[in-house]
């Protein structure tokens, strides 16, 4: 399994009861998710491991994998990511897309002019942000380009880019 077909849903940060649960902070919007694995990646290593039991606990969820049935045993875990591959991920509504979708695309204005790459995806609250570190002749400070309709006018994941309308004191 090659580490850019995994994608983290949650991270493991103690064991839990003397069971073998481990205690798992969600990386995920969908936390619910959870209840419905059978089977998650431990880390980038392929290390496929089937799961026994889930249950919501406080802001975590307590998950009980096969083959670690004591505290000791669930210890070795600590710090290890449960991951997915992108068949598991969640489907998201047309014109949605994952963050990891969107950092890489290349930008260019409507009239083909390319503006860089984009490297983050800030997340603020009202609208995303894409940073858009510029070709060096260009700037060297990132455009920030609002995920907005009127801004963003097609993202094209297949092709690995995003076509945008600037506002004209960025031009």
């Given at each position: ?85 992108r068949?598991q ?83």
């Amino acid at each position: 399994m090659k580490t850019q077909e995994l994608f983290s849903i949650g991270k493991i940060v103690a064991p839990h009861g003397v069971r073998g649960d481990v205690r798992i902070i969600p990386m995920t919007d969908f936390p619910q998710r959870f209840y419905d694995l059978k089977e998650v990646y431990l880390d980038d290593h392929g290390q496929l491991a089937a799961i026994e039991n889930v249950r919501p606990h406080q802001n975590f969820f307590l998950i009980k994998l096969f083959g670690y049935n004591c505290m000791d045993s669930a210890a070795t875990l600590r710090g290890k990511f449960l991951k997915v591959r992108r068949d598991q991920l969640v489907s998201l509504p047309e014109g949605h897309y994952y963050i990891f979708d969107i950092i890489g695309l290349r930008a260019f204005t409507e009239d083909g002019d390319f503006l860089g790459e984009i490297t983050d995806v800030l997340e603020t609250g009202s609208n995303d942000v894409y940073v858009v570190n510029q070709k060096e002749e260009i700037s060297k400070t990132p455009l920030l380009i609002p995920a907005l309709k009127e801004v963003v006018k097609k993202i094209d994941i297949e092709n690995s880019q995003v076509i945008v309308r600037l506002q004209e004191e960025w031009k």
